[in-house]
């Protein structure tokens, strides 16, 4: 029995424990040639008059046997499938057509074998090789049977001769489809281990996402508090340089996870309504204070006539536009940068490559699926090109740019960092948006790369405030939560500019309980938590929102930078998604989009006049005299005395409604809602600077919260005077404020101007009106040093910056 178990086994071990889909083939059809060929030596027994056929037949099973046993023991695959195709596939089925009727015998169906095998098991120029000679032998053989029937044996009887041609159809068919049955089984099985390991990727793939983003997150939250907070020169220098580290470390880890992500074919393209202008002008921005840095000048060439409202994968787009800027700058000494956005019609598309690179077939399916869609969608073509006069690439390198990990000139370019990804990485996402980035170079003169895209017209962002205002919002009260205290920390930090009251909780049990006391404006909530999850959490909270008929959005927070999970996220109920590390842009952007209107105070972006040294001086000893501290509260707001004010009066605003409630919250002693009221007076005592008013709340909320009566009705008269202080202090500082508020103010003088000057205004508006951008930055240059008129300059050019050439253009026709 022992022995019977071994010979099973060693048997399913020949056909289950090879690798190679060749070999398992190899041996299943040498299998199912055994069992043709021992079915035609039945056959013949019953069909034919001597026993030649049967003979062959069963030499042909004993030969295929020992072949495969050769060939699993020496492992030379190659050898056996070449004596199978000749010795048995040619030799031998030409020796049993002949002996078997010829044409009119079942032979010419299992020639089908011979063909098939070499279809499947070959590889390369061999198969085309053996597949010729294989059909050409088979067609000789016929053709020596026509030619020479002397060498035919014939059947006996039309009798024999109809059922050995119906034996031969069946039998080739049963063989054939069992060949086939075989392939597509171990096709399924070589498809099955391909998804496990791909799934197994994914996996992984989101697990390093998350390892490594979760600790950089932490990382740069911190540092941007450090940065935002450290009055020390020395410590923001140390910090800067962290910073820069740690941005070019995530840059890192987001090539290798997008590269990853690509070649696994799981990147897709997640598309939304965005405003084109917005993009342009923030890679602008961002690219001209880089190419500042380097002493390079920096031209935007954008075509006012782009429409400004887009459906697309806007962050991929920007991701290929950055990867180039990003290349120019980098291997640019000297010169200029040049960025260029375009509108173009479907002509200037076919032949926007002529003169630089004949279009391959990319292009062309790309330009056939626009002239498809046509009827369908009205589409935009925009151009984007950058251009810059730095190393070039030399003519043998320019393929080579696009492939993984390949850095051209290494020795002139050795001192530039790099992982070779970039170009590769932004092609890919090129194609997969129906581009592909194209490249003309000249070997030290520089380059220019370019591709077009096509663009369905979007919607205007339903967002009430501009992306980029700046904003507080005292009254928002908004929940975080994270089962990781440092994360906590970063995300309460990042929000302090903002006012919000901000509460955190470390598990989404935690955050039910918070909820169930309190009703917040939005919730920020981790995805990967122990137990119950973002998801389960959302869902719960949901719940206790329609219960109370209202929905706090709730956006989810994670580390996981697969392009498909924000889409899973979205439709799972988020309202939105951000990623770690925190972009604080992101963050706050979100917030204006999602907070009710009313909570978010917009604060104006206008230019202004410093104030005078003794003015701020006197307006801090005004405050200093109540107990608080004008420094506190401007570090908080980046410095801006104007946004102060406003703070100020909205904590008056509320001043006296908040004393008579927490006189009435006492009387009751109803501490639990006394304690949520301390708990927002502290908030907006910290806002406004009142440092001894928030640590007197501070300690009795904690009083409150535990009961302790006898501590808070002694405390509270000493707290109300604080108050009252804090709010005496604040009036005083608004009323000499308001004495100084228009030095803050922008005017306009009226000037009369040289005659050279007025060509200057001339040609400036005359730039403006044709929309080119840095031929009018430059004459603003010009015009600075000699007109009296900085402050509509200044406007203007800030306009332009924005490509808001129309506005440019109004407020120059007024002057």
């Known amino acids: 029995m022992k022995e019977k178990r071994s010979l099973k086994k060693t048997i399913i071990d020949f056909y289950t424990k090879e690798k190679s889909l060749d070999v398992s083939l190899f041996k299943l059809l040498g299998t199912g040639g055994i069992a043709v060929s021992l079915t035609g030596a039945i056959q013949d027994m019953f069909t034919s008059s001597d026993l030649m056929g049967t003979v062959i037949n069963l030499l042909a099973a004993l030969a295929s046997v020992i072949l495969m046993w050769f060939v699993h023991t020496t492992r030379k695959y190659i050898v056996g499938y070449l004596i199978t195709s000749v010795v048995v596939f040619m030799a031998l089925f030409a020796w049993l057509f002949l002996e078997t009727g010829a044409m009119l015998g079942s032979i010419p169906y299992f020639f089908s074998f011979g063909i098939i095998f070499t279809l499947l098991m070959y590889r390369g120029a061999l198969l085309w090789i053996m597949e010729v000679i294989q059909i050409l032998f088979y067609a000789g053989v016929c053709w020596f049977s026509y030619k020479y029937p002397e060498y035919v044996a014939e059947f006996e009887t039309p009798e024999k001769q109809f059922y050995d041609q119906l034996a031969g159809i069946i039998m080739a068919a049963i063989g054939i489809g069992m060949v086939f049955m075989m392939y597509i089984r171990e096709y399924r099985k070589q498809q099955k281990i391909a998804e496990e390991s791909s799934n197994a990727k994914s996996i992984l793939l989101a697990n390093i996402s998350h390892e490594i983003r979760t600790p950089i997150n932490m990382l740069l939250g911190m540092n941007e508090m450090i940065l935002r907070e450290s009055e020390n020169s020395q410590i923001n220098e140390y910090a800067q340089n962290v910073d820069n580290a740690g941005q070019h470390l995530l840059f890192m880890v987001n090539q290798f996870l997008d590269l990853s992500r690509i070649d696994m074919g799981k990147e897709e393209l997640f598309e939304e309504d965005f405003n084109m202008k917005k993009v342009i002008l923030s890679l602008g921005s961002f690219f001209g204070k880089e190419a500042e840095k380097k002493g390079l000048e920096f031209v935007m060439d954008i075509d006012k006539n782009i429409p400004v409202n887009f459906y697309g994968d806007s962050r991929k787009l920007s991701q290929i536009i950055s990867n180039l800027l990003s290349n120019a700058i980098k291997y640019t000494s000297k010169g200029t940068v040049v960025f260029t956005a375009r509108t173009i019609d479907r002509d200037q598309l076919e032949n926007s490559g002529e003169g630089k690179e004949q279009e391959n077939k990319k292009t062309r399916r790309f330009i056939k699926n626009q002239e498809e869609q046509e009827e369908k969608d009205e589409k935009y073509y925009i151009h984007f090109e950058v251009s810059d006069t730095g190393n070039g690439i030399a003519e043998e390198d320019q393929k080579k740019i696009f492939e993984s990990f390949e850095r051209v000139d290494i020795i002139r370019n050795r001192s530039i960092e790099g992982t070779g990804l970039g170009l590769a990485i932004s092609n890919k996402l090129a194609n997969l948006m129906g581009s592909e980035i194209k490249v003309s170079s000249q070997y030290g003169l520089g380059s220019v790369f370019w591709f077009d895209i096509g663009l369905q017209p979007g919607k205007e962002s339903e967002s009430h405030f501009d992306a980029d205002a700046l904003f507080i919002a005292p009254e928002a009260k908004i929940l975080v939560v994270d089962d990781n205290d440092m994360n906590l920390q970063v995300a309460k930090s990042l929000l302090k500019r903002t006012m919000a009251i901000v509460d955190t909780a470390e598990s989404a049990v935690d955050a039910f309980k918070k909820c169930e006391n309190r009703d917040y404006d939005l919730i920020l909530m981790d995805y990967m938590m ?286």
């Open 530 to 815: 122990p137990e119950i999850d973002g998801i389960e959490a959302m869902d719960f909270i949901r719940k206790l929102d329609a219960a109370r008929n209202k929905r706090t959005p709730i956006l989810v927070l994670t580390a996981d930078a697969t392009p498909d999970k924000k889409e899973f996220f979205l439709n799972s109920g988020f309202d939105d998604y951000l990623l770690k590390p925190i972009d604080t842009s992101l963050l706050e952007n979100a917030m204006k989009k999602h907070l009710p209107k009313k909570l978010v105070i917009v604060v104006s972006d206008e230019v202004q006049k410093k104030l005078p040294e003794e003015t701020k001086e006197k307006l801090g000893n005004i405050l200093k005299t109540h107990d608080i501290s004008i420094e506190l509260a401007l570090k908080h707001l980046s410095g801006d005395i104007l946004q102060y004010a406003r703070v100020c009066g909205f904590f008056l605003e509320n001043s006296g409604e908040n004393i008579s409630k927490l006189n009435a919250y006492m009387e009751k002693k109803d501490y639990k809602n006394a304690a949520i009221l301390v708990h927002a007076i502290k908030g907006n005592a910290g806002n406004v600077g009142g440092e001894d008013l928030y640590y007197s709340a501070r300690r009795l909320e904690k009083r409150l919260k535990d009961g302790d009566e006898e501590y808070a009705v002694s405390a509270l008269p000493l707290f109300i005077m604080k108050w009252n202080r804090v709010d005496k202090g604040l009036k005083e500082f608004l009323d000499e404020f308001e004495k100084v508020k228009p030095l803050l103010e922008l005017e306009t003088e009226v000037v009369e101007e040289t005659e050279d000057e007025k060509d200057i205004w001339d040609e400036l508006l005359e730039a403006v009106s044709m929309g080119n951008q840095s031929p009018a930055l430059k004459l603003i240059d010009r015009l600075m040093p000699v007109s009296n008129r900085k402050d509509v300059l200044l406007r203007v050019q800030e306009h332009i910056r924005n490509i808001e050439f129309d506005e440019a253009e109004e407020l120059l026709k007024k002057v």
